[in-house]
């Protein structure tokens, strides 16, 4: 089994920080993305962020110049850095991983995080 673990979140006032993490283990080979989605509260699941294995990061445009995404391989662990938060950013975040289980594997398998709650309220 691959296990997706999330921490960081919590309640944060307007213009704070927060830095998620998410550590993947169990039986993993190599990871090939790593990124970030977020629900809000009647709203769909969407992009926040993500960093694949070539380094190339994107953002959602809501996010841009507030928000870094970043990857310690060693560890199999990605990050989300959020910076001047907004009451919108208000959701729950989910780490989502793209995993090579086995050295041969051909395409990698697809998994999620138990998510984690982040409110940006005065």
């Known amino acids: 089994q691959v296990q997706l673990v999330e921490s960081g979140g919590g309640l944060v006032q307007p213009g704070g920080s927060v830095r998620l993490s998410c550590a993947a283990s169990?039986?993993?080979?190599?990871?090939?993305?790593m990124g970030w989605y977020r629900q809000a509260p009647g709203k769909q699941r969407e992009l926040v962020a993500v960093?694949?294995?070539?380094?190339?990061?994107n953002y959602a445009d809501s996010v841009k110049g507030r928000f870094t995404i970043s990857r310690d391989n060693a560890k199999n662990t990605v990050y989300l850095q959020m910076n001047s938060l907004k009451p919108e950013d208000t959701a729950v975040y989910y780490c989502?991983?793209?995993?090579?289980?086995?050295?041969?594997?051909?395409?990698?398998?697809?998994?999620w995080g138990q998510g984690t709650q982040v409110i940006v309220s005065s």
């Open positions: 169990g039986s993993i080979f190599s990871i090939n993305a």
């Open positions: 989502n991983a793209l995993v090579f289980v086995r050295r041969w594997d051909f395409t990698p398998n697809n998994y």
């Open positions: 960093v694949p294995s070539s380094g190339n990061t």
